[in-house]
């Protein structure tokens, strides 16, 4: 039996941006996965994405599995409140919270600064350490996102756009997650977001011989070398296992009694539908917790994609008539409730890779760079 140097269970964006990393260092590695993508999930058919939906111009790794392509214009959005209270970005609503939003603009230009060395420092080392390193993030960490709102007396703004975003992005109102995370994807208010489409074939391609699409059983160590068998029945030797799962898939695996995050569910539905008349006049429409309905967008084609938090949700609320073209639903979507860690190097040569510690493409990203730079390091 051939011994591989790596072999990296999931294909998402911590699985693949650890690939790529492998592959650049020419170093021998194998991807195991029973689909390619993970929560960028993308329709070519359809042509919209049923995961994740924007990348932000600042995330310098994600953006190499994906393709770039509409620019979200932050001018048309409406903001809504409850059916009879609602409003646009441009509005007399928004100029009355002006000092509040300078506000969050200063948050965020510090956050950002502090952030952009945070992610490079986790590259290279355990997240835990990278926070250790700046006393202003690992606070944000172990910090809700509704005590900052307070701290900084930013509520009012909050409340009517952030949380809105917020929502957007994660599902969950901000008393449920950090303020790490909550800043994080607040990044999106104040940088150039995009939609994207996942080339799975040419993926596929530029990581031929390397990939194999089968399904993890289980991991055992004998001495120094890991032995990964398969559903399939296949046996491999490893120096390193990256485990690239979701978090629930890796805590099975490792039979771990580490607490984690707890998860939010999320159901995307693609319609081709006639909007009612105030949400037809903005490309995207942002609700507030208290609505099933999370976000709906306008696509290029004309179509409409809508996020909701509960499968059965009434989509009547948005659109006088609908037919459903596509659909995609996801139990455990995202780890977003509470401040739970999961250690990204389990033992020798094994590591753990994923949106355990923080939301989004590019922290899932980085995650799977630092695995592949510490075997690269050995």
């Not at 695996?253 to 693609?270: A, D, G, Q, S």
């Not at 659909?327 to 890779?353: P, T």
Request: a positive charge.
């Amino acid at each position: 039996m051939k011994k591989i140097n790596a072999i990296i269970v999931g294909a998402g964006s911590a699985g693949l941006s650890c690939a790529l990393k492998l592959k650049e260092q020419k170093i021998d590695f194998l991807i195991i996965t029973d689909h390619l993508g993970g929560r960028i999930c993308y329709s070519a058919k359809e042509k919209v994405n049923f995961g994740a939906y924007f990348i932000m111009k600042n995330y310098d790794n994600a953006r190499k599995l994906v393709e770039k392509e509409t620019w979200i214009n932050p001018i048309s959005v409406l903001f809504n409140n409850s059916e009879n209270d609602y409003f646009s970005t441009l509005s007399w609503r928004t100029l009355t919270m002006l000092p509040e939003l300078l506000k969050f603009y200063l948050l965020m230009k510090r956050f950002m600064k502090h952030y952009k060395i945070f992610k490079n420092n986790c590259e290279s080392m355990p997240q835990r350490e990278a926070m250790k390193k700046d006393s202003y993030i690992e606070e944000l960490f172990s910090k809700p996102a509704s005590y900052l709102i307070k701290e900084k007396k930013i509520d009012r703004v909050a409340k009517n756009i952030i949380s809105k975003f917020s929502y957007a992005c994660t599902g969950v109102d901000m008393d449920k997650i950090t303020a790490l995370d909550f800043l994080n994807v607040s990044q999106g208010l104040v940088t150039p977001i995009y939609r994207f489409k996942f080339n799975k074939e040419k993926m596929e391609k530029t990581f031929q011989g390397n990939l194999l699409y089968d399904s993890i059983t289980r991991v055992e160590k004998n001495e120094n070398i890991y032995e990964v068998h398969t559903k399939s029945g296949k046996k491999y030797q490893t120096d390193n296992v990256i485990l690239a799962t979701p978090a629930a898939v890796t805590r099975q695996l490792l039979n771990l009694k580490t607490p984690l995050r707890t998860t939010c569910k999320l159901y995307v539905f693609h319609v081709d539908a006639k909007i009612k008349e105030k949400f037809s006049k903005k490309e995207m429409n942002v609700f507030s917790f208290e609505s099933e309905i999370i976000f709906s967008a306008l696509q290029d084609d004309g179509t409409h994609l809508i996020y909701t938090r509960e499968e059965n949700a009434d989509l009547h609320q948005i659109c006088t008539s609908y037919k459903v073209i596509g659909y995609h639903g996801w139990e455990k979507a995202m780890y977003v409730y509470g401040d739970a860690y999961l250690e990204q190097e389990y033992s020798e040569g094994l590591y753990v890779a994923g949106d355990h510690n923080g939301l989004g493409l590019e922290p899932t990203a980085i995650s799977g760079i630092y695995a592949a730079n510490q075997i690269i390091n050995k």
